[in-house]
């Protein structure tokens, strides 16, 4: 059993790894990775395993491997302002990962099929609010999960902007997937053994890409051997934000606008030289994903033109001297929240200054 990055000491390193492999490639979604703590979705007597770039699954508890998540954030293409729809959304960490980058004003529902999966995704949302330092960088998009079958969603629901399917999905259900979808938006799901991205260019129009060779357990197909009817489901209503909302997010991003000013009228001091930077060989290799777990097989990258010729490379990366100098066995401090730090020092009311803070524990 192997994966297609090698396993991380923690969360950072596991992001570099997928970085250097070329999963992850763009600013948003790395930000989205490092934001939240990937061991923080598994159970306690699991998390040794976190950091692999392997699938987990446990009961109906089920987190696909980094490599295929890092594919399906940077196949959807995700701006702030969005509605994104996951069905089989699970743990909720992928739903959690897309609300960063969807901000405040963006939707975020997801469809799982098992309650206590449901359950348990609330739980690790409410302590990401509560006690991640990562919490304050972002203005987040809160998902709102929905227990049901993904396949007898309400024929009135809205159409979203992205939508995702964690789960093999058969081609008698790929027309389905596609109604979920309005123009311009995209659609990322496992079809036919492949991790597949679907934009609809216009009504009838579709453009459709293959990405990764996977294979997922297939969706599971309604009963209604109980009492011969469907059972729909009915999506969250997108709502309007309150006052009180729209208020603390106007506060919060005008205190975040002070703090980027203030650090940017200490470094224009120049106190500090910029570190001088020495160049050292990194070989880097094109990876390939092989993954046995239970009925999800992960296979390998799908070639694209822009893939170089070489299986290998040597490329020169610079690095500043002084990291040479510092001892490995150190680790930095933990980054200060400056956000947090400015509101407690402002001269409001303690119950405004927790409202502000969303009442997080840290």
Request: proline share 6%; glycine share 6%.
């Amino acid at each position: 059993m192997g994966g297609a990055v090698s396993a991380g000491e923690d969360n950072d390193e596991l992001i570099d790894n997928l970085k250097e492999a070329q999963y992850i490639r763009t600013e948003l979604v790395e930000q989205a990775f490092r934001a939240i703590d990937r061991a923080d979705y598994y159970l306690e007597e699991f998390k040794d395993n976190a950091y692999k770039d392997l699938a987990w699954k446990h009961g109906n508890i089920h987190l696909s491997a980094p490599c295929i998540y890092s594919e399906v954030m940077e196949a959807l293409d995700l701006q702030p302002g969005l509605s994104f729809l996951n069905l089989g959304s699970g743990t909720g960490y992928l739903s959690s990962m897309v609300g960063l980058i969807l901000g405040p004003f963006g939707v975020n529902h997801g469809v799982e099929l098992h309650s206590d999966v449901i359950e348990y995704a609330r739980q690790k949302l409410d302590f990401f609010i509560k006690t991640s330092d990562s919490f304050d960088k972002f203005e987040f998009c809160e998902p709102s999960f929905v227990t049901g079958n993904c396949l007898e969603i309400s024929p009135d629901c809205t159409q979203y902007d992205r939508v995702y399917c964690g789960a093999g999905v058969q081609k008698e259900h790929e027309d389905y997937m596609k109604s979920l979808l309005k123009v311009g938006g995209i659609l990322v799901m496992p079809l036919e053994e492949k991790l597949t991205k679907i934009t609809r260019t216009g009504p009838s129009a579709w453009e459709t890409k293959k990405i990764l060779a996977v294979s997922f357990a297939p969706l599971i197909q309604p009963n209604h051997a109980d009492s011969g009817k469907s059972r729909l489901v009915h999506l969250p209503p997108v709502a309007v934000r309150s006052l009180q909302d729209l208020a603390r997010i106007a506060i919060r991003g005008t205190i975040k606008k002070i703090i980027h000013q203030e650090a940017l009228s200490k470094a224009g001091n120049g106190l500090k030289n910029p570190p001088r930077f020495k160049r050292r060989r990194v070989r880097r290799r094109r990876m390939e994903t092989i993954v046995f777990l239970d009925k999800e097989v992960f296979a390998s990258r799908i070639s694209s033109p822009s893939d170089d010729n070489n299986n290998s490379e040597d490329i020169e990366e610079e690095r500043p001297e002084e990291e040479e100098t510092k001892p490995s066995e150190l680790k930095p401090d933990p980054p200060v929240n400056f956000l947090r730090e400015k509101v407690l020092s402002l001269p409001l009311p303690d119950p405004l200054k927790y409202y502000l803070l969303y009442y997080r524990e840290k």
